[in-house]
Structures are given as C-alpha cells and as structure tokens.
C-alpha cells in the first residue's frame, strides 16, 4: 500500500476546506439525494460526497456505509485529489501496489473506486464525489458524464451554503450594529433633551429679565438661539421616534373608531390654519395596531399641514378594508414633491428641499419612521405627487 502525498498547497487547500464550514456537520438532504441518485447511476452499492480534512476524509454524504469519516492515509480521495485527470478511477484495487494490501480493500472489500475532485472556484481539490464496488469494474461513457456533472452540482452545493452562511453572520453583524445605533440614539437623544430645554429656559428668561438691556439685535440673537433649540429638539424627537418604531409596532392589537381616531389627532395638531379635513366617508372600526397608527397619521397628516403654500389646505382621507388588509389614501392640495425625488423620500436624512409654510426645512425623519412603521405592520407605503398641486400617500397593513 501507498499512503497518499500531500499537495504542494496543502496548507492553503486545507483552509478553503474550513471555510465552507462543513466538516462534523450532520447530514443533509440535497446531498444525499445526489449520492443517492450516482449509485443507481452507475449500479453501485457505495457513493460518497467527501472532504479530505487534514488527517481524516470526512464524509459528507454516505450512501451504503454506516460510518462517516475514515483515516486520510488509506484513503482513495487521497490519491483523487492529486490526480490531473476529470475522473480518478480504479478498475480492481488488488492489482494496484497504492490499494492492494490497503484496509479499505482487504477488510471492507473495496475492489472498484472512481472519483471526480470537488475544486472550488479558487482552484482547491476540497475532496471527492465518489463511488465504490466490491467487485472489477468499469464505467460507460453515461455514467462518466453523470458523475462529473453531479460531482459540479456538488460544488454548487458547497458554494451556495457558503455564501447563505457569510450571509447569515453578515446580517447578524448589521442586526448588531443596528442595535447598536439605537441604543447609541436612544442615549443621546434623552442626554441632549435637557440641556436643550435649559438653553430655551434660558433664552426666555434672557429676554424676560435683561430686555429693556439689549438692543433689537440682540434680542434676534437670543430668538434665533431658542428656534434653534427648538428645531434641534424636533429633531432629536423625530430620531428617537424613528429607531423606537420597531418597539411601537410590536405593540398588541385593539379594536377602535376609526373617526374618533382621526378626531383626537386634529386635536393633538391644534390647528390654527384655515383648513378642510375630510374623513373617511364610512366610519371603519378597525382591528390593528392603534398606537403605531397613530404615529403614521400624525406624521402624515403633519406634513400636508407643513408642506402646503394654499390659503385654504384640503386634506382627503379614504380607508377600506378587503380580506384581511385595511387600505388608507391621504390626499393634500400641498407644494407637491418634485418626481426625481418621489423614489427617495422614505430614505432616512432625506428631504425634498422644499421650506415648509413657516420657512423651515425638514430632517428627513418623519417619512422614513412612516416606512418603517407600516412595513412592520405588513404593509407598504408609496406615493405620487405633481408639484405646486398635489400629493397622495396610499398605504396598506393587515
């Protein structure tokens, strides 16, 4: 018997090996499905999916052996791998001086061996799709084309579980990162409140005590301070409303009037505008996420009042329910958003650049907890719009 070389590479052959993260693992269906399929194939009692470790041969996939793994050293794979050629085949073991006093042959009765190398896109035999008989024999020309296209499919195999698994670590790495931020926004947005509301105490208290003191611009000066404040503040609210959504919509379901919903947002508004808001024309009683709806309105509802150069504003809502899935249309007479930067709007800092009817620009928060809010009630969002007209936001949840 010839124990079995190493390749030149081995070191970096054995590290590809690893990194498709299936040596020890259980079995699986796709693969034993495949040496299922070569045995019957090529009339066989053996067929094996394996990768050759550093001094074992795993077995991936064992069709007619009950063992999973076996010594490296008296391995036919260990020849397979270093072998050129598209298929790696002995007709009968007992004439060959590599097999012919090898365990494999002796004890266990393996005569006949053909293997194709397992290479990966980097070029690196990672082991065998093979079969065995106990008995000399060859392989037609069918069965040859069988076990080299299984034997690529085996591979395809490999890469794909590969790939889904660094896209499984890469999607728990963002998950991470995302809480991260969260808890990072959460921290700052609440340590920042209060030194914001004494800066707008302060500002005031200025202007109340010293303003018989200070000329007009100074006093512009202390007003900008405390709009500014308070602008900074709306922001930090917003962002702390938008990485809390997540939390709003895992809230339990109610049952509640729709109109008196609505009812209790215009208050909350305190509109002090002229403007028209119509209802829906049938009063649902919806079933669903009251709290996370409520923030969705608000913020929607908020914009057409903000964004809106009309002297009269019209706000018109729909709301219907087919199935399971209610389906709410928002309609304003508003300043209308630009087409090229419709498809952006939900993006997170985004804005359209417009000033709203008071001269102030947005943070790009508000649609973008919006989004968030209604996909995590399993719906969507979209929106059309024609400028200095019109805007609608139709959006859907169950």
Avoid: W
Avoid at 293 to 307: D, F, H, M
């Amino acid at each position: 018997m010839i124990s079995p070389t190493l390749p030149k590479n081995e070191q970096e052959r054995l590290r590809a090996v690893k990194s498709y993260n299936l040596l020890d693992t259980l079995p699986e269906q796709d693969f034993d499905n495949i040496t299922a399929l070569v045995a019957s194939i090529c009339d066989v009692p053996i067929s094996l999916v394996t990768l050759l470790d550093a001094d074992r041969n795993f077995l991936k996939s064992h069709y007619g052996i009950p063992f999973n793994e076996s010594p490296r050293d008296i391995s036919f794979c260990g020849h397979a791998i270093l072998d050129e050629s598209n298929i790696f085949i002995v007709e009968d073991a007992r004439k060959d001086k590599r097999f012919k006093d090898n365990p494999l042959v002796t004890e266990q009765g393996a005569i006949f061996y053909a293997g194709v190398r397992l290479i990966n896109p980097q070029g690196f035999p990672l082991g065998t799709l093979c079969v065995f008989d106990v008995k000399p024999r060859t392989l037609d020309s069918k069965q040859k084309k069988t076990l080299l296209a299984l034997a690529h499919q085996v591979m395809n195999l490999f890469e794909e579980r590969k790939k889904n698994k660094q896209l499984e670590l890469l999607q728990k790495e963002l998950q991470n990162k995302n809480e991260e931020l969260k808890n990072f926004a959460g921290v700052i947005s609440h340590d920042m409140k209060m030194p914001l509301a004494n800066m707008i105490l302060t500002a005031d208290i200025l202007k109340a005590k010293y303003s018989d003191q200070l000329d007009t611009q100074a006093q512009k000066y202390i007003s900008y301070l405390k709009q500014s404040s308070f602008t900074l503040s709306d922001y930090i609210s917003g962002l702390l409303a938008h990485y809390e959504s997540d939390k709003l919509t895992s809230g339990s379901h109610e049952t509640f009037d729709l109109n008196q919903l609505l009812e209790e947002i215009v208050d909350l508004l305190n509109i002090d505008i002229d403007c028209e808001i119509n209802f829906p024309e049938d009063n649902l009683e919806l079933s669903c996420n009251r709290a996370a709806l409520e923030q969705i309105l608000l913020n929607l509802i908020g914009n057409s009042l903000k964004y809106n150069d009309k002297e009269k504003i019209v706000i018109d809502m729909t709301c219907t329910k087919i199935d399971d899935v209610y389906r709410f249309v928002l309609s304003d007479n508003g300043m209308g958003i630009p087409k090229e930067k419709q498809s952006e709007i939900f993006d997170l800092f985004t804005t359209v650049g417009n000033l709203d009817r008071n001269g102030k620009k947005g943070h790009g928060i508000g649609l973008s907890t919006v989004q968030n809010l209604v996909k995590g009630m399993g719906g969507e969002i979209s929106v059309s719009s024609e400028l200095g007209k019109r805007t609608t936001f139709e959006f859907t949840f169950k």
